[in-house]
């Protein structure tokens, strides 16, 4: 952290109602200067092209959404951000096997990271960095952000939705319980390898879809949020939009059509085709279609 601020922000009017009752302003105000002082022109949240199709999707509920991005599990160096995450799944994650997140299949098989290599990644560490660092003030500028999604949203004549977890798993329910009090407009929501029984009471605009990989016990995990009326994400060996049709003795709902796993029907298994390094998967992270 900067010991001077050099930031000047001035919460608008929105803002100012959403945060009465949980900061005081001109703490508030401090937090956020904090938080952009050390980020500069990094923001927090994002898109991608997975949540640009969830945009541009026709559809008669239509919905802007946001993402975050941080370096997954433990390849930041400073925190394990998805401590549930198993070997097969750290192996191929999309937050860095994939796209302009991609390290490269040997830096992969060897844990090896090079943040610096480029703005994506540069900027993905810095937001950890603040995370580890001064959650305070990035819980702040998540509000400040998630505001300004909002009121975007709203001059589209649209709907907001925001996912926090591009590559994480923070349990966000637990670490910052404000956020889906003060928008309870916003239909937030996630992938999770976290055992049902740490998630289940999780807020009504928070929705969770379970990630399938591996192990057993993380298996065990996924038949039980499917019992209890969640999803269950599963990655296939197989081509966009050729998916099987059940698995397990359930239908497979094709994932890669959208990101809003929200609208998908409930007690179904949410089919993904394996992208980047996970079409070399070895582990059995990635299911035969």
């Not at 929105?14 to 009465?20: G, K, Q």
């Not at 319980?177 to 309870?184: G, H, N, S, T, W």
Request: overall charge positive; some cysteine; glycine content about 6%.
């Amino acid at each position: 952290m900067t010991n001077q601020s050099v930031s000047n922000y001035k919460p608008n009017a929105s803002v100012i109602e959403r945060i009465s009752g949980h900061y005081e302003l001109t703490e508030f105000i401090a937090l956020v200067n904090e938080a952009r002082d050390y980020l500069g022109s990094t923001n927090l949240f994002g898109t991608s092209y997975k949540i640009d199709l969830s945009n541009e999707l026709e559809s008669n509920d239509p919905y802007l959404t946001n993402v975050m991005y941080m370096p997954p599990a433990d390849s930041s160096g400073l925190k394990n951000f998805c401590p549930f995450a198993t070997d097969g799944c750290r192996a191929v994650c999309l937050g860095v096997g994939s796209g302009r997140m991609n390290h490269g299949y040997k830096n992969l098989a060897n844990r090896t990271f090079n943040w610096n290599k480029d703005n994506t990644s540069k900027a993905q560490l810095k937001r950890a960095e603040l995370f580890v660092n001064n959650q305070s003030a990035f819980i702040a500028l998540m509000i400040v952000e998630i505001d300004k999604h909002a009121a975007k949203a709203a001059a589209k004549g649209l709907k907001a939705a925001t996912r926090p977890n591009g590559s994480t798993d923070i349990l966000f329910e637990h670490v910052a319980p404000q956020l889906f009090v003060m928008f309870k407009e916003i239909q937030f929501y996630d992938y999770t390898k976290a055992p049902l029984n740490t998630r289940i009471n999780k807020p009504a605009n928070y929705h969770l879809t379970f990630s399938f990989a591996e192990t057993l016990k993380n298996q065990t995990e996924a038949a039980k949020y499917v019992a209890a009326g969640f999803n269950a994400a599963v990655v296939f060996k197989a081509e966009k939009h050729q998916l099987p049709e059940t698995f397990k003795g359930q239908p497979v709902i094709d994932g890669d059509i959208h990101d809003m796993r929200f609208k998908d029907a409930a007690g179904h298994y949410i089919g993904l085709a394996a992208k980047g390094a996970a079409k070399h998967d070895t582990s059995g992270f990635v299911q035969a279609a």
